[in-house]
């Protein structure tokens, strides 16, 4: 559990507040905004068990709307004494033609965050690899995670936090289901493959939607993706185009969605790895032996 030092509901009456938020909006629709990010920030730490007491966390700051409300979210909680880890914020430059390199530094200096900027050429390696035409995102992200796990180690940090929220996850799980064949999204707490480094995703609960009317609301200096977000046709824009017409049809969906990932019945699916298929029997036979409900109920308990 975080330490309940500090009450962690957003109050700027007084200038206890940390840089990252000086000339928030005062409108009660921004508290409220603000507030929820927060809460659904921690509960997601809570519920996934990210925090080890005095650890040091590598925050991975893009530029894009989702790293620039992550690093907000952590440093209220930090700043209010509900977050007791270490935050080093970190910008990979991957060498991006175009790319505004003093955008992020200036921001974290006038900002008083901690931060590291690690500059390696990983675009010309991916536009060298991957043909014409082709979705970038697979190997500009194998290239930039291998990076972040570098730095880490080098700062002496245990984990490496992203910025992936609600949809992104949800896009993933839909991803698998119909281009991957199978049941799998992006895990909020990840250990690697060396199993010296976690990987933690603190906005699994949050909304994109709130990470963007939060970060244009703070006016943070948004820098686009020209590398693979500029590219017409792929997969997951194909899938929140498909997200958001359902959400358009019966809003509340995509949390409904969401919802039932953290719910998954085994005794309910296909996998006998999950769930011991052979070992079910009929209480006349067993003399009262579990059922497949009663073996659910004990594997899958409801969070």
Not at 8 to 20: E, F, G, K
Not at 136 to 149: D, G, I, V
Not at 259 to 269: D, F
Not at 286 to 295: F, K, R, S, V
Request: charged letters at 25%; hydrophobic letters at 35%.
């Amino acid at each position: 559990m975080l330490d309940d030092a500090r009450d962690d509901s957003p109050d700027d009456a007084n200038d206890d507040i940390h840089p990252l938020f000086a000339g928030a909006p005062k409108t009660t629709e921004f508290r409220k905004l603000r507030k929820r990010i927060i809460r659904d920030t921690r509960e997601a730490i809570e519920t996934y068990g990210m925090v080890e007491r005095g650890a040091r966390w590598l925050v991975c700051l893009s530029g894009g709307k989702d790293s620039y409300t992550l690093l907000a979210a952590l440093t209220e909680l930090q700043w209010r004494g509900l977050l007791p880890v270490e935050i080093l914020a970190c910008n990979l430059d991957q060498g991006q033609p175009g790319f505004p390199a003093t955008v992020l530094p200036e921001f974290l200096e006038r900002m008083k965050v901690p931060h590291r900027i690690e500059y390696q050429d990983t675009y010309s390696i991916v536009m060298d690899k991957v043909p014409q035409g082709r979705t970038m995102c697979a190997l500009c992200s194998r290239l930039r995670r291998a990076n972040l796990y570098r730095v880490a180690r080098e700062e002496g940090c245990s984990a490496v936090v992203l910025g992936h929220h609600r949809d992104d996850m949800l896009e993933t799980f839909f991803l698998n289901l119909f281009h991957g064949g199978k049941i799998a999204t992006m895990p909020p707490k990840l250990l690697n493959d060396e199993g010296d480094l976690f990987l933690y995703r603190p906005l699994a609960h949050v909304a994109e939607a709130d990470c963007e009317k939060f970060a244009s609301a703070m006016n943070y200096p948004i820098i686009p993706c020209d590398l693979c977000g500029s590219q017409d046709g792929l997969q997951r824009q194909q899938i929140k185009q498909m997200i958001d017409q359902w959400e358009r049809n019966a809003p509340g969906r995509r949390q409904k969605m969401f919802t039932a990932l953290s719910q998954v019945r085994p005794s309910h699916m296909l996998d006998p790895s999950l769930f011991d298929f052979m070992a079910l029997a009929r209480e006349a036979e067993t003399g009262g032996a579990e059922t497949g409900e009663d073996n659910f109920r004990d594997q899958a308990a409801p969070r």
